[in-house]
C-alpha cells in the first residue's frame, strides 16, 4: 500500500506522522489532494482529514464554516467517504465524549462552544455530508491512518 499525502498538511506534523506510517512497513509521497490529507492510492474512494484536537473541529464549524463546507461538497460530489481523524487524545474516543467535552476556552469566554453544541453540529455535518468521525492521540495517528485506509495486516513494525 502506498499512501499519497497531501502537500499543504502541518511540516512538522506530517514528519511526525510520515515516521509513524512508514514505520508499518507502508510507502507515501506528497502530492496535493482536493480533500483531505491522506489517501491509499489503491482507494481514492476514501480519504482522511486529520484534525489536531477538537478545537479545530470548532474553528472548522464555526470561523471557517464556508471553507469546510466546501470541502465536505466536494468529497460528496466525488463521491468520497471522508472520515475526519481527531487527534484529541484518551478522553475523547467516540463522537459521544464530545458531548461531555469541556472546552478550556470557556474560562475566558462565555460564549465558546461548548461540547454539546459541537458535538450537535458534528452529528448534523454527518448526517448531511455522510463523513465518519475517528479519534485517536497523537501517539496512535499513523496506526489509525494506516487502519483506516485498509492496511492493517496485525504486524507491529
Known sequence: ????IDTREHKFE????QRQIERRGVKTFLQKLD???YMNVDNPNLIIDRKQDLQEV????THQHSRF???LIRAMKSD????LLIEHGPDIQSLEDVWFWDNPRLEKSPKATTGEKLYKAMVTMQKEYGIRYEFCTKRETGK?????L????????
Not at 470548532?58 to 464549524?61: A, G, K, L
Open 58 to 61: 470548532v474553528s472548522n464549524i
Open 35 to 37: 480533500v483531505g490529507d
Open 14 to 17: 506530517l514528519a511526525r506522522i
Open 150 to 157: 485498509g492496511a492493517n495486516d496485525g504486524k507491529e513494525r
Open 69 to 71: 463546507q466546501r470541502e
Open 80 to 83: 468520497v467517504q471522508l472520515i
Open 144 to 148: 489509525r491512518i494506516v487502519e483506516l
Open 1 to 4: 500500500m502506498t499512501i499519497q
